[in-house]
């Protein structure tokens, strides 16, 4: 595909990203390298990764970034594929020590740049607030947790028992706030380079492979992480959803509205498609 050097491909680790990949392993002429988001997007812009599966608010501030930014100038997202849930995701969730109207301070998870946007986006959209924000670590333990509450995301925060804390879904926040779709990741390329030109059918067919293997994925999974079989079936097969079609792009445009409006995103940038001049 790309003369003797391998496509660098970037994955996530975690359960909802598998459909994505099923089957790429076994593809000649492509290396997988398994970050958590906001690494495979650092990499992207690095030139390190020729793809990788992006946090949504990634492509509006790598598109907009040129060389000065080390950025991804002309990035391109791979058409019609994403990481989305319409309402409950279960892997996006706050966990808080009191109602969140009256939260003064939240931990984000590092790991994902758009969970962490997204919480801000309702924080200061739907309580009218901006509670202080800190870092947390990826996998952090809770139980001397500072702040009010803490973003967890991906396994842990399905793995993550209550312990005395409330939980709330962020997909739910979202669709309540919204009535939308919304668009965790997506399969970004730094341009369209006519070296990966066979890239998004390769993709597509993993997906492909990926939706209709959600059964296996959920048995294999469910081991690796020690929950149940169904209820990583149920996850992958009703609560997630893995196209790029018009739900999904509205709650994306209006994701990024709201993004622009509070300073978590550059103006101006347009949704690029891998295969646009």
């Known amino acids: 595909m790309n003369g003797e050097r391998k496509i660098k491909i970037g994955i996530v680790p975690y359960l909802n990203a598998r459909p994505l990949v099923y089957g790429l392993k ?71 020590k009191v109602p969140l109207a009256a939260v003064k301070s939240v931990a984000l998870d590092e790991s994902s740049r758009t969970s962490a946007a997204l919480t801000k986006i309702i924080f200061k959209e739907r309580f009218k607030k901006e509670p202080k924000w800190q870092g947390l670590e990826p996998n952090a333990d809770l139980e001397n947790l500072e702040a009010d509450a803490a973003l967890l995301i991906g396994d842990p925060a399905m793995l993550r028992k209550p312990n005395g804390f409330s939980i709330y879904d962020l997909g ?24 990966l030109a066979k890239l998004p059918a390769l993709l597509a067919e993993a997906k492909a492979r990926g939706t209709r293997n959600f059964a296996r994925i959920a048995k ?51 949704m690029r498609f891998f295969g646009d001049r």
Request: glycine content about 8%; charged content about 25%; proline content about 3%.
């Open 220 to 270: 294999r999974e469910g081991k690796r992480l020690g929950l149940r079989e169904a209820f990583c079936y149920e996850y992958l097969a009703k609560i997630m959803r893995y196209d790029l079609g018009a739900e999904e792009l509205a709650g994306l445009k209006k994701f990024y509205k709201y993004a622009v409006k509070y300073g978590l995103a550059p103006q101006g940038v347009e």
């Open 26 to 96: 076994e593809e000649e002429g492509l290396e997988l390298i398994e970050e958590v988001p906001s690494k495979l997007a650092r990499l992207l812009a690095a030139g390190e990764i020729d793809c990788g599966i992006i946090s949504s608010i990634e492509y509006f501030r790598q598109a907009a970034a040129g060389p000065a930014t080390a950025g991804i100038e002309g990035a391109r997202i791979i058409p019609d594929i994403s990481i989305s849930a319409l309402g409950e995701v279960w892997s996006i969730r706050l966990f808080s």
């Open 172 to 195: 739910k926040l979202w669709q309540e706030m919204t009535h939308l779709a919304f668009v965790y990741a997506l399969w970004l390329v730094p341009s369209s380079d006519k070296n």
